[in-house]
């Protein structure tokens, strides 16, 4: 859909590309300052109005200024490029200049007023690009490392921060966002903004992704610089686009990609970034070999059955499919328990070195064993509706505060743990199943060019292997699909028309190729048209009501 204004065609913001976006502002149809306002005012009618998604925790109060600026800048100096002017949002673990009056704080109320020392790197530059940070997605608070993989595990539900709230999918009334990334996931999918960035520990790029109808891209570790990220774990942490298309993402990677004197990994990056823009090529399928390692997967039926009838859409394109390539530890990634202690370990040596790097904490933590001290004493207050105590209709009074504990069991873990014998052999385990005897091993055992999997099972071997991943839209699930609530929540993790993809991953530093096969699924596909949110959860707000107010 199109709309006008003096007879110039406008793009929809539920769909619009940034491409579509940047051709409009070198052709003066609206300027930077019309698209951030118009932005703004629709993550207003929807975020905490109407639906209330929660999927942004705050918004950046200067971005009509910068816009302004940068509207300057193109008229007197011309354009920086194609993200000139481009509203995004940042996932509110992701440092930005504390100057510029937004809080970095990984939804948590302890990092409320720090102030970072600089930009993280992949938002230092996407500004220098010319990118305009309209504001913070909301998440799972600290990324998941409370509640999610407590020992309470399913009774907080994904994308709750004590800051934001709950996030809430716009696919379902009250249904669920899926992981930490949620809250860029969910604002891609209506259009809160051009774009926008996730963090990927295990899955939560891909993840929200694939429940929000968009498209993530997980990079390899290595690619993008964690710097300025509020971490989990170093093994395992990268940040990368979450976009309504893969042309966005690519776009977007293409300008967060590379070295970083900051993240040591990404000085062994493997010769120049490749242009990714490059990779999108409709025919990129023809003469590839795909395989399905399919004893991953598991208790899906709607969505094994739409993955299956994919095959042929592959094999359409020139695909070759692989189907079985199982992987020769299997059953060993399924088990394995060396991922908890990595992530145990890291976390704590991580996340001190974090917030011993941040200019000042008025909270005074600047330790993990602070940050348990901080939350205890927030216990009462921890959790917002429908977490309180008083609603007793979900749960009893006594079973919220040991939720409100548990969530910070995980923390307690990290704590006690040591880089010692055990954490090098966890390490180690991880890399040789993830890696050696996983996604490498599989690779070469059916000469595959990529592994294809349903989003929802792919993440695990990526995640400890450090390899990347990218999920694409695949399909719904059907209208008389059975509700199911998450208790003592209302948040439904099954529910109508919820969304699922389809996960390309591959080895390292690989993107470039997977890119490729994604962009060439998606395009003879176009699952994303198929099925807009929910009526209520679409912002009405478009370029022309704001040009029409000037």
């Given at each position: 859909?199109t ?8 793009p929809d913001l ?5 491409v ?15 698209l951030?306002?118009?932005y703004?005012n ?5 975020n905490l ?9 705050e918004t950046?109060?200067i971005?009509l ?15 920086r490029g ?7 949002l940042l996932?509110?673990n ?5 100057e ?13 007023g720090?102030?970072?020392p600089?930009d ?9 690009a010319?990118?305009?940070?309209i504001?913070k997605s909301?998440l799972?608070?600290?990324?998941g490392?409370?509640?999610?993989w407590g020992?309470?595990k399913?009774?907080?539900?994904n994308?709750?921060s ?13 249904a669920h966002?899926?992981?930490s990334s ?7 999918a ?5 774009g ?17 109808n968009?498209?993530?891209i997980k ?7 964690r ?6 774990s ?7 686009p979450?976009c ?9 990677l293409n300008?967060?990609a ?7 990994v ?9 242009d ?5 090529d409709?025919?990129?399928?023809k ?5 399905v390692?399919?004893?991953?997967i ?7 059955e ?6 042929d859409v ?7 499919i692989?189907?079985?390539a199982d ?16 992530l145990?370990?890291d976390?704590?040596v ?5 917030l ?8 005074g933590?600047?330790?993990?064993a602070a940050?348990i001290?901080f ?9 917002p509706?429908?977490?309180y105590n008083?609603?007793s209709q ?6 919220i505060?040991?939720?409100l504990l ?6 307690k ?8 014998d055990?954490?090098?052999s966890a390490?180690a ?9 996983g996604?490498d ?5 059916f000469?595959l060019?990529?592994?294809i999997l ?13 390899y990347?991943?990218?999920?694409v839209?695949l399909?719904f699930q059907?209208d008389?699909v059975e509700l ?5 929540s209302?948040?439904?993790t ?9 996960a390309?991953?591959?080895?390292a530093?690989?993107?470039f190729k ?16 198929r099925r807009?949110a929910?009526?209520d959860?679409?912002?009405?707000t ?7 107010q000037?």
């Amino acid at each position: 859909m199109t709309f006008k204004a003096s007879g110039v065609a406008l793009p929809d913001l539920y769909e619009a590309s940034i491409v579509e976006l940047q051709d409009g502002l070198v052709k003066g149809h609206f300027t930077s300052v019309q698209l951030v306002k118009a932005y703004l005012n629709r993550i207003e009618e929807v975020n905490l109005k109407g639906p209330a998604l929660h999927a942004v925790i705050e918004t950046n109060p200067i971005a009509l200024s910068q816009a302004a600026a940068l509207d300057d800048e193109r008229k007197g100096n011309g354009s920086r490029g194609p993200l000139h002017g481009i509203p995004l949002l940042l996932k509110d673990n992701i440092a930005t200049l504390h100057e510029e009056g937004m809080n970095t704080t990984a939804g948590s109320y302890a990092l409320l007023g720090s102030v970072v020392p600089r930009d993280a790197f992949a938002a230092a530059h996407l500004r220098e690009a010319g990118a305009i940070f309209i504001g913070k997605s909301n998440l799972s608070e600290w990324s998941g490392m409370r509640g999610e993989w407590g020992r309470l595990k399913g009774q907080v539900p994904n994308g709750l921060s004590e800051r934001g709230g709950q996030t809430f999918s716009p696919c379902y009334p009250n249904a669920h966002p899926s992981s930490s990334s949620s809250g860029s996931g969910v604002a891609m999918a209506i259009g809160l903004a051009a774009g926008s960035l996730g963090s990927d520990t295990h899955g939560s790029i891909v993840f929200p992704s694939s429940r929000n109808n968009i498209v993530g891209i997980k990079p390899t570790i290595g690619l993008v610089s964690r710097s300025g990220v509020i971490p989990i774990s170093s093994h395992q942490d990268t940040v990368g686009p979450m976009c309504r298309s893969v042309t966005d993402a690519a776009l977007l990677l293409n300008f967060m990609a590379g070295p970083d004197p900051r993240d040591e990994v990404t000085l062994r990056q493997p010769g120049l970034v490749p242009d990714y823009m490059k990779a999108l090529d409709k025919n990129a399928l023809k003469g590839a070999r795909l395989g399905v390692p399919r004893s991953f997967i598991r208790n899906t039926k709607v969505i094994e059955e739409t993955f299956n009838s994919s095959l042929d859409v592959f094999r359409a394109l020139g695909a070759e499919i692989v189907d079985p390539a199982d992987f020769p530890d299997t059953e060993e990634l399924l088990t394995s328990k060396a991922e908890k202690r990595v992530l145990d370990v890291d976390f704590k040596v991580d996340l001190n070195k974090y917030l011993s790097e941040l200019v000042d904490v008025p909270t005074g933590v600047k330790t993990l064993a602070a940050l348990i001290e901080f939350s205890e004493k927030r216990a009462d207050l921890n959790l917002p509706p429908p977490f309180y105590n008083d609603q007793s209709q979900y749960v009893g009074s006594n079973l919220i505060r040991d939720m409100l504990l548990a969530r910070i069991s995980r923390f307690k873990q990290s704590e006690a743990s040591q880089v010692d014998d055990a954490y090098f052999s966890a390490l180690a385990e991880d890399f040789d199943l993830g890696r050696t005897r996983g996604i490498d091993a599989t690779l070469a055992q059916f000469n595959l060019d990529a592994i294809i999997l349903p989003t929802e099972h792919a993440p695990g071997p990526a995640a400890i292997a450090g390899y990347p991943l990218i999920s694409v839209p695949l399909g719904f699930q059907p209208d008389d699909v059975e509700l199911l609530p998450v208790t003592p929540s209302s948040v439904y993790t099954q529910a109508p028309g919820l969304p699922f993809g389809i996960a390309f991953v591959g080895t390292a530093y690989s993107e470039f190729k997977l890119i490729g096969y994604a962009y060439a699924f998606e395009q003879a596909t176009h699952v994303r048209l198929r099925r807009k949110a929910y009526e209520d959860a679409i912002p009405r707000t478009q370029l022309t009501d704001v040009m029409s107010q000037l």
